[in-house]
């Protein structure tokens, strides 16, 4: 009979598979307390990061539909559980790993497929979706604003055209009026 103690984890840590965008497992062998607390803090609020046995995770990681992990789960575990955004937690995940050598990246699981280490760590060296959004937004209004001179380019190639007549026949003594009223035909022309 299982301990109520192990099955409240097991379903806590199945509960997290199956509300996490993205999870990451590491090994965390000679991280101090404090280490494992400032990377925490450096998940951000979108990411959890909970040490969990190995038994444990297999079982909540079947449950959950999670499939591919069993390799990953040797020696002392931690999984960063990922809620938001997973470029910013595998970024986060890959410079505390730079800083310390005790954590270890294994691999992870995204969009219902197993992650390996050099997947998770393209996903870190992809930009932010707010700076790729913000990067389309530009590439947008630039082309915006190439369309809108394409289109306003002939209304204006037409005044431009009726002034430089206007200014032809004022020059060869022609009527006032007339240039006027060539003014007034390429301003509706523009219009």
Same mark, same amino acid.
């Given at each position: 009979? /299982?301990?109520?103690?192990? #099955?409240?984890?097991?379903?806590?840590?199945?509960?997290?598979?199956?509300?996490?965008?993205?999870? +990451? +497992?590491?090994?965390?062998?000679? %991280?101090?307390?404090?280490?494992?607390?400032?990377?925490?803090?450096?998940?951000?609020?979108?990411?959890?990061?909970?040490? &969990?046995?190995?038994?444990?995770?297999? $079982? &909540?990681?079947?449950?959950?539909? +999670?499939?591919? %992990?069993?390799?990953? %789960?040797?020696?002392?575990?931690?999984?960063? @559980? +990922?809620?938001?955004?997973? #470029?910013?937690?595998?970024?986060?995940? $890959?410079?505390?790993?730079? /800083?310390?050598?005790?954590?270890?990246?294994?691999?992870? @699981?995204?969009?219902? $497929?197993?992650?390996?280490?050099?997947? #998770?760590?393209?996903?870190?060296?992809?930009?932010?979706?707010? #700076?790729?959004?913000?990067?389309?937004?530009?590439?947008?209004?630039?082309?915006?604003?190439?369309?809108?001179?394409?289109?306003?380019?002939?209304?204006?190639?037409?005044?431009?055209?009726?002034?430089?007549?206007?200014?032809?026949?004022?020059?060869?003594?022609?009527?006032?009026?007339?240039?006027?009223?060539?003014?007034?035909?390429?301003?509706?022309?523009?219009?």
């Amino acid at each position: 009979m /299982a301990r109520p103690d192990k #099955v409240e984890a097991v379903d806590e840590i199945a509960n997290r598979f199956r509300g996490a965008t993205a999870s +990451v +497992v590491t090994e965390y062998r000679g %991280l101090t307390t404090a280490q494992l607390t400032e990377l925490r803090r450096s998940l951000g609020p979108d990411a959890t990061y909970r040490v &969990a046995k190995n038994t444990l995770v297999k $079982r &909540a990681a079947a449950d959950a539909g +999670v499939e591919g %992990l069993d390799a990953l %789960l040797t020696g002392p575990t931690a999984i960063a @559980f +990922v809620q938001g955004e997973p #470029v910013d937690a595998a970024k986060a995940l $890959r410079d505390f790993a730079k /800083a310390h050598q005790g954590l270890v990246i294994k691999g992870g @699981f995204m969009d219902g $497929r197993p992650l390996t280490v050099t997947e #998770v760590n393209q996903l870190a060296d992809l930009e932010s979706r707010e #700076v790729l959004l913000a990067k389309l937004a530009g590439a947008m209004k630039g082309n915006l604003a190439k369309a809108a001179g394409l289109f306003a380019a002939p209304a204006s190639q037409v005044a431009r055209l009726a002034q430089a007549l206007a200014d032809k026949r004022a020059a060869e003594g022609g009527e006032a009026p007339a240039a006027e009223a060539a003014s007034e035909s390429a301003a509706e022309a523009s219009e």
